[in-house]
């Protein structure tokens, strides 16, 4: 569930629109006979908003729509980053889909509400269809740093079964139940921020795809005081851990004066941190210091162990001493940590993976890690090497919205798909950057 | 319906309250989140440690964490599964009815897991520093500083439990042992103390453990089930065998008594703050520790155990160590005790377990 759902749903409800978030994958796994129109027994909504800020969701979010309007007469609106870019496209091919909000949704949903049988083009950044026309509303709304101070990430209660979500979720945010697993924090993610400031090749959130899908040209950070006392509400409703992933610059004096705040304010939490950069030991210091190690850790992805593909595709990019003084800074301070790779990267050759292998296992064997794996990268839309994919010796075989859909129908049909990743590289065949992660973690279970 | 309800949850201010570590494989997970390790039996897999947390249902609905224990499986020397609940810690405040709360869900839980018996661990003595490990679970707390609740075996007793057993751990300074050990027992040459690897231990413990008046352990049914093999894992150098020489070149030595030994890992846990010292292996090699603890130790005839206490203290003062800790002591091994208080150890720790079958 993306993060902004909680705000989105509060906020909602704050302006007197009753509001539910229902998430689907947890009422499957709560009740095995559980179905969508389950739903509408229950409820009758007006407006049905539908996440789709994840491409993996393709299929889903479109189903759930044709759902919504087989049972029911709400109004569907999807939003999120793969809806955003996908728009016009989604609302041209799905007549169950009434409208996307582009971007920043906020202030656009309220205004939805408002405005729904009225005049759309009232309501900032979003896409719909009017007598089978699409359009566009010339309005536009971009959240400043004002306006996050407004939003409350903590309304839990607005979530069916979200005790289950606490504990089901895992840290990349998938369900993830395996009962031979005694699963025992409740963990939430923080909200931090929003944007970048840089460009990675194959990250559809990097600055260009900002400007691009949510008219966003330099990040901004959630107000400290609204982190802390998210922190502080979290700690009262027992969460133990809390995931942050928001680092867009490498002067991370923002991140050590909240440190301190949350020092100040006694919170009691694990933190697994995202670092998008090494940081200095000072960080790392500060780090150890603020947070309960028991759930704790920091996170890193130089993705290769190749100095030269690492420069050419990343935004932060860091030569691998670099990487090693970190994780001899990290050790020191005994904070464990988290290291991820990836394949299919730009320039990236069989030798290059090799030496990706080599990191990884030097790494394994010296430093204090608790999770290293390695994943194919995943053809993101708007990332650079989507809109440029000459340029970055890639051969796309997902290129429409349609294509994404298409994808992820066939796996839920357990029909054979044609390309699990959506590409290939001017170096390596999908099904070689496919095994290369695979010998990756090998060596990782066999270290 | 119950203002209390039990679930299965590790919170992250139990550290602050009862700093603990873990051993066993779930060393690598424990800062995840999750806990993999498993025991078999029968035709069952069973998670082989599950935290539980007792929480009051206030009035307005909100949920306050009371109390909380680990509970620890093993399979018992008669096959029987049983389940051992560690000594609870204080969250909240923790009245006869909250405790009894905890244990009706104990046994709640032990029906589902199929469990014949359940255990208590309970530390009724506590004067001073107690070394790892502190407890037959796999999970060892910082006794000294915990937040746990009063030792009260009224409330037990009253829920059926008896006590079965008595364990008691002795400490002294390393150099005042030494010192205080008789002259004739320093200068002989007829013992010798020899490392051995831990499966050579192991099978040299079972082959001789019979005969020898021995340290106590959880009754487990196979050496690998024990939690012992655990701790003996985590350093290669701990495992010791004490061998006396014939003065007739022609016979061979015999082994007159065998100790483990292992540095104090709760020492590491305060200073580098953090529960997974296990992780930093590196660091744990150049650590500088202050206590040892024989863990596990036998011998024959017990007039021999100065003897392999002076063994011990060689073996400690080469680490550098200035306390020795004499864990394992049943508390009806008279004979030990009496050595141990005639050379000047100080009774710091006393474990209690009962029992009472599941119905």
């Not at chain 1, 007549?95 to 309501?123: C, T, W, Y």
């Not at chain 1, 994808?407 to 070689?432: H, N, Q, V």
């Not at chain 2, 079972?206 to 005969?211: A, E, F, H, Q, T």
């Not at chain 2, 007159?256 to 292996?281: A, D, I």
Request: net charge negative.
């Amino acid at each position: 569930m993306p993060l902004g759902t909680l705000a989105l749903a509060d906020f909602l409800d704050r302006h007197g629109y009753s509001t539910r978030i229902i998430h689907t994958g947890i009422e499957q796994l709560q009740n095995r006979s559980f179905k969508i129109e389950d739903i509408f027994k229950e409820y009758s909504p007006t407006v049905v908003g539908i996440d789709l800020h994840w491409f993996v969701h393709s299929y889903d979010a479109v189903r759930i729509a044709e759902t919504v309007k087989e049972y029911s007469s709400a109004k569907v609106v999807l939003g999120g980053f793969t809806a955003s870019y996908f728009a016009e496209e989604i609302l041209s091919r799905f007549n169950s889909v009434d409208a996307v909000i582009k971007g920043d949704a906020e202030e656009p949903l309220i205004q939805f509400m408002r405005e729904r049988d009225r005049d759309l083009q009232e309501v900032p950044n979003l896409v719909y269809k009017e007598e089978n026309i699409i359009k566009k509303s010339e309005k536009r709304f971009i959240a400043d740093e004002a306006f996050l101070s407004k939003l409350d990430y903590t309304r839990f209660e607005l979530l069916l079964n979200c005790e289950n979500y606490f504990r089901l979720t895992t840290q990349t945010g998938d369900l993830d139940p395996q009962p031979w697993k005694v699963r025992v924090k409740r963990h939430a993610w923080v909200p931090m921020g929003r944007g970048c400031s840089v460009n990675c090749s194959y990250c559809g959130g990097g600055l260009d795809a900002q400007c691009l899908i949510t008219g966003r040209d330099k990040p901004i950070f959630h107000p400290k005081e609204k982190v802390v006392e998210t922190l502080r509400r979290f700690m009262e409703m027992r969460i133990d851990s809390t995931y942050m992933d928001f680092d867009p610059y490498r002067d991370r004096r923002h991140h050590l004066e909240l440190f301190e705040m949350i020092r100040k304010e006694k919170i009691d939490i694990s933190s697994e941190f995202l670092l998008w950069s090494p940081s200095n030991r000072g960080f790392i210091t500060e780090f150890a210091k603020t947070f309960n190690p028991l759930y704790s850790s920091l996170v890193i992805s130089p993705e290769s162990g190749s100095e030269e593909v690492r420069q050419k595709n990343k935004g932060f990019c860091y030569d691998n001493k670099t990487l090693f003084d970190w994780l001899n800074d990290a050790k020191r301070e005994s904070v464990p940590v988290k290291v991820f790779f990836s394949s299919g990267l730009s320039w990236e050759t069989k030798e290059n993976f090799n030496e990706t292998i080599k990191l990884g296992k030097t790494i394994l064997e010296n430093y204090p890690v608790i999770e290293m794996v390695s994943n194919p990268l995943v053809m993101e839309p708007a990332s650079k090497r989507y809109l440029n994919p000459e340029m970055f010796g890639v051969k796309l075989k997902w290129k429409s919205f349609m294509d994404y859909y298409g994808r992820f129908k066939r796996l839920a049909e357990g029909i054979p798909e044609d390309s699990r990743i959506g590409y290939e590289t001017s170096w390596e065949s999908e099904r070689e950057i496919i095994e290369n992660s695979i010998r990756f973690n090998k060596m990782v279970s066999s270290t | 319906m119950s203002q209390y309800e039990i679930d299965l949850r590790l919170p992250v201010d139990i550290w602050r309250k009862a700093p603990f570590m873990l051993v066993g494989p779930d060393i690598r997970f424990l800062p995840l989140g999750v806990l993999v390790d498993s025991i078999h039996h029968g035709d069952k897999q069973l998670p082989r440690i599950t935290p539980l947390v007792l929480s009051k249902i206030c009035s307005n609905g909100l949920k306050q964490d009371v109390v909380f224990c680990f509970i620890f499986l093993y399979i018992n020397d008669r096959y029987e599964r049983v389940m051992l609940m560690t000594h609870p810690v204080k969250i909240g405040s923790v009245n006869h009815e909250a405790l009894e709360a905890l244990l009706k869900e104990i046994f709640r839980i032990a029906g589902l897991l199929e469990c014949q018996i359940v255990e208590v661990e309970l530390n009724d003595l506590v004067e001073g520093s107690v070394a790892f490990p502190t407890s037959f679970s796999s999970i060892s707390h910082d006794v000294e500083v915990a937040e746990m609740i009063k030792s009260d075996l009224e409330v037990f007793h009253r829920e059926g439990f008896r006590e079965w057993a008595e364990v008691e751990c002795f400490e002294h300074k390393v150099h005042e042992l030494e010192r205080g050990l008789d002259e004739t027992i320093r200068s002989q040459d007829m013992l010798h103390m020899t490392q051995v690897k831990v499966e050579d231990y192991l099978k040299l413990v079972s082959r001789l453990g019979g005969s020898k008046i021995r340290s106590f352990r959880l009754p487990t049914w196979d050496a690998s089930d024990s939690i012992m093999l655990l701790n003996f894992q985590l350093f290669n150098n701990s495992a010791y065998v004490l061998r006396s020489s014939s003065r007739l070149g022609f016979l061979k030595s015999s082994e007159c008594g065998y100790l483990c030994c292992v540095q104090n890992l709760l020492e590491p846990l305060k200073t580098l703050r953090t529960p997974h010292v296990l992780l930093f292996q590196r660091l744990l090699e150049a650590y500088s520790f202050d206590t040892m603890k024989i863990m596990d130790w036998g011998i024959s005839p017990v007039d021999r155990l100065p003897e392999l206490l002076f063994k011990a203290t060689e073996v400690m003062k080469e680490k550098n160590i200035t306390n020795i800790q004499f864990a394992n002591v049943s508390s009806d091994q008279l004979k030990v005790k009496n050595l141990l208080y005639e050379l000047g150890f100080k009774l710091i720790h006393r474990v209690k377990l009962l029992r009472r079958e599941v119905e």
